[in-house]
């Protein structure tokens, strides 16, 4: 993305909307946990969202700048997933030595495919 492009990226509104949905999803869910139609024991861990789609996101952007899904945009993609898999542990409370395993192989995983995986 250019200097301009990224200008008049920052004057649309660039995130802002973005954000605000996350916000307002966050909103909602601790809303409906406080009136006890959702039950979750750390509801913060929603604001994980935020990192979790800039990871995605950039993964995106660098897949529509190259045409094709290079190892930087793998490596986005991976950590989009295992933060997602993170935040889901914290809200369902999940036995911790599970998911730190889940997230070595993912891992491990990700590092071969970028390795094996043309471009890589």
């Known amino acids: 993305m250019g200097r301009e492009e990224r200008r008049a990226w920052r004057r649309s509104g660039g995130w802002a909307w973005t954000v605000g949905a996350v916000l307002i999803l966050i909103g909602v869910v601790v809303l409906l946990r406080n009136i006890?139609?959702?039950y979750f024991t750390n509801a913060w861990a929603l604001f994980l969202l935020f990192p979790?789609?800039?990871?995605?996101?950039?993964?995106w952007?660098?897949?529509q700048r190259s045409g094709r899904l290079n190892p930087p945009a793998r490596s986005a993609?991976?950590?989009g997933?295992?933060?997602?898999?993170?935040?889901t542990a914290l809200l369902l409370s999940t036995n911790w030595?599970?998911?730190?395993s889940v997230a070595l192989i993912l891992a491990g995983?990700?590092?071969?495919?970028?390795?094996?995986?043309?471009?890589?």
Do not use: D, K
């Open 61 to 63: 952007n660098m897949v």
């Open 52 to 59: 979790i789609l800039g990871s995605f996101g950039a993964a």
């Open 36 to 38: 006890g139609a959702l």
């Open 109 to 120: 995983v990700a590092m071969l495919f970028n390795r094996l995986l043309p471009g890589g």
């Open 81 to 87: 997933v295992i933060l997602t898999l993170i935040m």
């Open 97 to 100: 030595g599970l998911i730190f």
């Open 77 to 79: 993609l991976i950590g």
